[in-house]
C-alpha cells in the first residue's frame, strides 16, 4: 500500500453529527468508521502532537495549547515553531525508508519551521503603528502569493473571533486542493465545528448546520481525492460537549492570597514571577502552578474544593495519563463535564486588562472562548466594532473592545476524556483493508505509516 494520503482533521467530528454530513459518512461506508481515544488534555496541540508521534505528552511535551514557560517566566499559549514538539514527526519516519517523501501541511498546529516540504499556516502580519490584519505564512515562501492570487487573503478573523465562520475552512480546503496532487501526504486542518460547538452546544441547530457547512466545503477536496487515488483518512481531536458552569479557578488564588498582579496603564496583569501559585486554563483543563512545594498542600485542598473541579491530578494523577513532562503543572485540574476554566484572575471588571475585552490570543495567560461573542450587554458593541475597523481601514490606531467578560453565553466545551464514544471522537478511513473498531490517539501514526507502506514500528 504505496497510495498518497490525504489526512483531515475536521475539529469536533463525532460519530453523532457525521449523522448529518452525508460526504464524510459516504467515506466510512466505501472503508471504514471506527471509535479514535484521545489524550489529556483533549485539546488541538496536545492531540494533534500525538498523532503525529505516535506518543503521549509526558514524551512530546505538549501539555496544552499553551503553558507555563518556566524559563521565560511567561505564560505562552498558541505558539507556532515545529521544535516545541519534541519527538520524530511520522512523515520523518517514513523518509527513513522513503526518501524524499514529500509532505504538504495546511494549517495543523505547530507547522513553521518543521520538515514539511510545503507549509501554509495562519500568521498576521503585525503593523508597527499597532494594527493587525490577516495574512499567513508559507513555505515556499513564493506560495504566500500563489494562494492569495487566486484564493485573496487568508480569512484571519473568520479563522478566530466574533466573526468566526466557514470562510477560513472553504480557503482552507481550496488550498488543499491546490496541493495535493504534488505531495505524498497532505495534512489538513477544517476548524470550522469548533465555532459553533461552542457556542450554542452540541445539541443546537446550529450544531447540525455547521456540520451540513463543512461537509458541503469538504465534498471537492474528497472527490479530488477519489479522482486521484489518494486514500482518505479523516479524524478528529475530541468531541465538544454541553457546557455552561465557568469556574474561576485563579480568582479562588488571588482571594487566598497565592495569586498577585502588577498594575499598569493597561490594566492589571498576572504576575507568574511573584505568584505563589496560578492556573492556565485550556478548556476542561486547567495547569496549576505552584513556585514553593510548601503551598502544594494548601494549593490542592483549595482547587479541590471548587465547585466544578471534577479531578485534581498530583504526580502520580499527571502519571496515570500520560501527562507527566516538565512543562505541566505541579497540579492539573479536570473539570466536570458541563463545566469549564476561564482565565480570569481579576476581581473587579474596572480592574481588567485593556486585552480583557479584545480577540488577543497572545496576550491573555489562559483560553478565553468569550472571544467567539460579541458582549451581548452592549447595546453600542456593533457600532464600536464597525468604528474600529473604520479606523483600521484609515490607517489609523485602533482597539476593538467587543468582547464579554462575563462567559455567560459559552455553550460548549472540551478536553477532559469523553465519558461516551457518540460524543468523542472518531476516525474515517477510505481503504476498509485497515479497518478496526478501535485506535487510540498514540495508534495514528502507525495508521499513517501503514498506509504509507512504511514499516510500522512499535512506540
Known sequence: MRDKLLVIDVVGLTPRLLAHMPR?????????????????????????????????????????????FRDLGEVLLWRQHNRLVQGEKVWETIRRTRPGYRVANVCWWYAMGSSTDTTVTPRPVYHADGRKSPDCWTWPSALH??????????????????????????????????????????LAYVPHLDYDLQRFGPDSPQAVAAARDVDAVLTPLLDDADDQGVTVVALSEYGITAAHRPVDVNRALRRAGLLHVHTNASGELLDPWTSRAFAVADHQIAHVYVRDPADLDQVRDLVTALPGVAEVLDADGKAAHGLDHPRAGELVLVAEPDAWFTYYYWLDDARAPDFARAVDIHKKPGYDPAELFLNPADPWVKLRAAAGLSRKKLGLRYAMNV????????????????GDPAHGPVLLCSNPGVARERFDATDVHGLVMELAGAPVTAQ
Open 145 to 186: 502569493d500563489v494562494l492569495t492570487d487566486r484564493l485573496g487573503t487568508f480569512p484571519l478573523f473568520h479563522y478566530w473571533g466574533p466573526t468566526a465562520s466557514i470562510e477560513s475552512s472553504r480557503w482552507i480546503v481550496e488550498a488543499t486542493r491546490m496541493l495535493l496532487p504534488e505531495h505524498d501526504l497532505t
Open 403 to 418: 468582547v464579554p467578560l462575563h462567559p455567560s453565553p459559552v455553550r460548549g466545551s472540551h478536553g477532559r476524556l469523553p
Open 24 to 68: 464524510l459518512s459516504k467515506l466510512a461506508d466505501d472503508g471504514f468508521s471506527a471509535e479514535l481515544g484521545t489524550v489529556l488534555p483533549a485539546v488541538t496541540c496536545s492531540a494533534q502532537s500525538t498523532f503525529l508521534t505516535g506518543t503521549l505528552p509526558r514524551e512530546h511535551g505538549i501539555v496544552g495549547n499553551g503553558w507555563y
